[in-house]
C-alpha cells in the first residue's frame, strides 16, 4: 500500500535555477530521518551565465546535507576548509552539526556550459548529534556500491541495502540508493526499516497497478516490496529509522525551536564563520526564513 503521494512543488532559486520541492511537505514532514529533498534542474546552462545562478555562502546546523548527481557539476566550498568539486555518481555528504557554511558554485558551467540535474537531500541528525563538530567527505567509486540485474543498474548512496553498505559515514539507520530501470525492469525496495519512500525522478513506474510519473514521492506501506519501470526510469529509494520531530528555519534544523533562533542570530550577527575560499559575500538572514 501506498500511504502518501507528494508531488514535487517547483520553487526559483534565482538565476534560472529551479527545483522540484517535496520535502517538507505538509502532511508529512519526514521519511526516517529524512528532512528535506529538492529535485534540481534538469536545466540546460550556456557558457558565461552569471554568477547569480551560484549559491552563496550560507550556513547550517542540525543536519548533514547529501548532494547527488546524475549530470553535471558543482564546486563545494566550507568552513572547515573542504573545496571540492562533485561530479555524477559522487556523494558530497556534509555535516552541519553545530554550524557549518558553505557555498556551491557552477563554475564548470561558467566556463564550458553544462547539464545540471541532481538531487539534494538533508538528514537530520539524531538528538545526541545535533552539535557535534561539522565535517565534510566527498565519496566515489568502491565507497558507493553497483550493481546490474535483469534491467536494473543501481548504486549505494549511504547506508545498507540489498546487501551492501556504503562507506558514507550516518549518525542513524538509513538506506539511500539510485536505481536507473530499463523499460519493463522490476525492482526489488529495501524492507527491514521503519519508513521508506521512492522518488521518481525521470521516467514512470507501476506500483500497485498504479501509475506513477516523474516528480512524485511514493511514501510506502511496510507490504510494497517492488516497483516496475513502465518505461526508462530513475529512481531514487530512501528511508531508515525516525529521529523524532524536527523543527526548521531557513537553512537551520533543529529539536529545539530556541536553538534555531540562536543559531538565527549568529547568522545575522556575524558570528559564524564563512568558508575558507569563498569569504567574500553570502545570503542573508531573510525576512521570513521559514522552509515552505
Same mark, same amino acid.
Given at each position: 500500500?501506498?500511504?502518501?503521494?507528494?508531488?514535487?512543488?517547483?520553487? $526559483?532559486? $534565482?538565476? @534560472?535555477?529551479?527545483?522540484?520541492?517535496?520535502?517538507?511537505?505538509?502532511?508529512?514532514?519526514?521519511?526516517? *530521518?529524512?528532512?528535506?529533498?529538492?529535485?534540481? @534542474?534538469?536545466?540546460?546552462?550556456?557558457?558565461?551565465?552569471?554568477?547569480?545562478?551560484?549559491?552563496?555562502?550560507?550556513?547550517?546546523?542540525?543536519?548533514?546535507?547529501?548532494?547527488?548527481?546524475?549530470? $553535471?557539476?558543482?564546486?563545494?566550498?566550507?568552513?572547515?576548509?573542504?573545496?571540492?568539486?562533485?561530479?555524477?555518481? &559522487?556523494?558530497?555528504?556534509?555535516?552541519?552539526?553545530?554550524?557549518?557554511?558553505?557555498?556551491?558554485?557552477? &563554475?564548470?558551467?561558467?566556463?564550458?556550459?553544462?547539464?545540471?540535474?541532481?538531487?539534494?537531500?538533508?538528514?537530520?541528525?539524531?538528538?545526541?548529534?545535533?552539535?557535534?563538530? %561539522?565535517?565534510?567527505?566527498?565519496?566515489?567509486?568502491?565507497?558507493?556500491?553497483?550493481?546490474?540485474?535483469?534491467?536494473?543498474?543501481?548504486?549505494?548512496?549511504?547506508?545498507?541495502?540489498?546487501?551492501?553498505?556504503?562507506?558514507?559515514?550516518?549518525?542513524?539507520?538509513?538506506?539511500?540508493?539510485?536505481?536507473?530501470?530499463?523499460?519493463?525492469?522490476?525492482?526489488?525496495?529495501?524492507?527491514?526499516?521503519?519508513?521508506?519512500?521512492?522518488?521518481?525522478?525521470?521516467?514512470?513506474?507501476?506500483?500497485?497497478?498504479?501509475?506513477?510519473?516523474?516528480?512524485?514521492?511514493?511514501?510506502?506501506? %511496510?507490504?510494497?516490496?517492488?516497483?516496475?519501470?513502465?518505461?526508462?526510469?530513475?529512481?531514487?529509494?530512501?528511508?531508515?529509522?525516525?529521529? $523524532?520531530?524536527?523543527?526548521?528555519?531557513?537553512?537551520?534544523?533543529?529539536?529545539?525551536? &530556541?536553538?534555531?533562533?540562536?543559531?538565527?542570530?549568529?547568522?545575522?550577527?556575524?558570528?559564524?564563520?564563512? %568558508?575558507?575560499?569563498?569569504?567574500?559575500?553570502?545570503?542573508?538572514?531573510?525576512?521570513? *526564513?521559514?522552509? *515552505?
Amino acid at each position: 500500500m501506498i500511504e502518501m503521494v507528494i508531488e514535487q512543488r517547483r520553487r $526559483g532559486l $534565482g538565476g @534560472g535555477l529551479d527545483v522540484g520541492r517535496v520535502l517538507p511537505f505538509a502532511q508529512r514532514r519526514m521519511v526516517g *530521518p529524512f528532512v528535506f529533498f529538492d529535485h534540481m @534542474g534538469p536545466l540546460d546552462v550556456a557558457a558565461g551565465v552569471g554568477r547569480n545562478l551560484d549559491v552563496r555562502p550560507h550556513p547550517h546546523i542540525g543536519l548533514s546535507t547529501v548532494t547527488y548527481l546524475f549530470s $553535471g557539476e558543482i564546486m563545494h566550498r566550507d568552513s572547515v576548509g573542504s573545496q571540492q568539486a562533485i561530479r555524477p555518481q &559522487e556523494v558530497n555528504w556534509m555535516t552541519a552539526g553545530s554550524g557549518i557554511t558553505h557555498s556551491e558554485r557552477f &563554475e564548470k558551467a561558467r566556463a564550458v556550459g553544462d547539464h545540471l540535474h541532481g538531487i539534494q537531500a538533508w538528514v537530520a541528525l539524531p538528538v545526541d548529534d545535533e552539535e557535534t563538530l %561539522p565535517s565534510f567527505s566527498h565519496h566515489a567509486g568502491s565507497d558507493l556500491p553497483q550493481w546490474r540485474e535483469a534491467g536494473v543498474a543501481g548504486q549505494l548512496i549511504a547506508g545498507s541495502a540489498y546487501g551492501l553498505t556504503a562507506g558514507v559515514r550516518t549518525h542513524s539507520p538509513l538506506f539511500y540508493a539510485h536505481l536507473d530501470l530499463a523499460t519493463g525492469a522490476i525492482a526489488e525496495v529495501p524492507s527491514g526499516h521503519a519508513e521508506r519512500a521512492i522518488y521518481v525522478a525521470t521516467g514512470s513506474i507501476e506500483v500497485d497497478d498504479q501509475r506513477h510519473a516523474a516528480g512524485r514521492m511514493l511514501v510506502l506501506g %511496510p507490504d510494497v516490496s517492488r516497483i516496475k519501470a513502465l518505461e526508462h526510469a530513475t529512481v531514487m529509494v530512501l528511508g531508515g529509522e525516525p529521529v $523524532g520531530e524536527r523543527y526548521l528555519y531557513w537553512n537551520f534544523v533543529s529539536s529545539s525551536k &530556541e536553538r534555531l533562533k540562536q543559531a538565527a542570530a549568529d547568522w545575522k550577527a556575524g558570528r559564524m564563520k564563512l %568558508p575558507d575560499f569563498d569569504n567574500v559575500e553570502f545570503i542573508p538572514l531573510p525576512d521570513s *526564513p521559514v522552509a *515552505p
